[in-house]
Nanobody, 125 residues
Framework: QVQLRESGGGSVQAGGSLRLSCEPS????????VAWFRQAPGKEREGVAT????????YYVDSVKGRFTISQDNARNIMYLQMNMLRPEDTAMYYC??????????????????WGQGTQVTVSA
């Protein structure tokens, strides 16, 4: 069974940067859509960014546009989330996810088949 593994979380001051990584447990899997979600304490899980592996198109939640960038190293099969200009409200557990689908522009978490265990991001004021 494919599992995903996140890394790169940590604590940073507001305005700082972090880069999250996500690797699958097997080299190849049939997901063409990858995404990052986050969940803050007491809040629902929300989508942050999606990436279509086929055409490279991306989709972001409004609150991170211009600050976060999702990308994938196809040769190494690693997905990244570069987070710049971090804010205290970005504090959350961040999860990577993957699925197969015609359109990758969705934050419906029920459509994603593969998930990681999460990596914590804490941003202090």
């Amino acid at each position: 069974q494919v599992q995903l593994r996140e890394s790169g979380g940590g604590s940073v001051q507001a305005g700082g940067s972090l880069r999250l990584s996500c690797e699958p447990s097997v080299h190849t899997y049939s997901g063409n859509c990858v995404a990052w979600f986050r969940q803050a304490p007491g809040k629902e899980r929300e989508g942050v960014a999606t990436l279509s592996i086929g055409d490279g198109s991306t989709y972001y939640v409004d609150s991170v546009k211009g600050r976060f960038t999702i990308s994938q190293d196809n040769a190494r099969n690693i997905m990244y989330l570069q987070m710049n200009m971090l804010r205290p409200e970005d504090t959350a557990m961040y999860y990577c996810a993957a699925r197969s689908g015609f359109s990758c522009r969705t934050f419906n978490s029920y459509l994603y088949d593969y998930w990681g265990q999460g990596t914590q991001v804490t941003v202090s004021a």
